[in-house]
């Protein structure tokens, strides 16, 4: 059984910076993609970013390109996500998705249907 524990949520301002992290236990983390989702008040929930097993691929929506950044450390089974000039639209709960590759590509794409998901950690971001 892997478990998957967010943290690092909070409040901050707009134009400021929080780094949530995620920390996976239970399985071989070096094998796992990383993917971030959020959730805002009465949305769906949207993809944000992913790292591959090695962590040295990444990918971002275009909400958030250019402005977050994922890195995956296995040796300590941990994956961030550093957030830069946050924006009001950016408040959500954030998810944190592990998902064995076993094919080991060492790709990383949008799928939500992670096969472990986190409870969340609410970031909040206020005009």
């Known amino acids: 059984q892997v478990l998957v524990d967010e943290s690092g949520g909070g409040w901050v301002q707009a134009g400021g910076s929080l780094t949530l992290s995620c920390v996976a236990s239970?399985?071989?983390?070096?094998?796992?993609?990383v993917s971030w989702f959020r959730q805002a008040p009465g949305q769906g929930r949207e993809f944000v970013g992913g790292?591959?097993?090695?962590?040295?691929?990444?990918y971002y929506s275009d909400a958030v390109k250019g402005r977050f950044t994922i890195r995956k450390d296995n040796a300590k089974n941990i994956a961030t996500l550093q957030m830069n000039n946050l924006k009001p639209d950016d408040t959500a709960i954030y998810y944190c998705?592990?998902?064995?590759?076993?094919?080991?590509?060492?790709?990383?794409?949008?799928?939500?249907?992670?096969?472990?998901w986190g409870k969340g950690t609410l970031v909040a971001v206020s005009s």
């Open positions: 998705g592990v998902d064995p590759d076993d094919e080991d590509y060492d790709e990383i794409g949008v799928n939500y249907n992670q096969a472990y």
């Open positions: 790292a591959s097993t090695s962590g040295d691929n990444t």
């Open positions: 239970g399985g071989t983390f070096s094998r796992d993609t």
